[in-house]
């Protein structure tokens, strides 16, 4: 995650104790997918202009995407 902000970079992943971290502590830009890894790319081209729009001008925020509930966003520091 560390990596990804000083590079400017998103990271994306379905990894659901990394993505609950993240929502807890939003550090720079990151997606979670709330899927099966095989599903990730089909949920990801469902909402990729929305969490790009959602990302943009925003610090630190992580995204959280599923097929069913579609994009939730956070940026708390608990």
Do not use: P
């Not at 720079?28 to 095989?38: A, E, N, Q, S, V």
């Not at 990801?44 to 969490?51: A, I, P």
């Not at 610090?59 to 994009?71: E, F, L, M, P, Y």
Request: aromatic share 8%.
């Amino acid at each position: 995650m560390v990596w990804a902000d000083e590079h400017d970079a998103v990271l994306v992943s379905t990894d659901r104790e990394f993505g609950r971290r993240r929502t807890k502590n939003a550090i720079g830009h990151h997606i979670w997918l709330k899927c099966l890894d095989w599903e990730a790319s089909e949920v990801l081209e469902l909402y990729l202009d929305q969490v790009v729009e959602l990302l943009r001008g925003r610090r630190d925020v992580t995204a959280r995407v599923s097929k069913d509930a579609g994009i939730q966003a956070s940026s708390d520091w608990q």
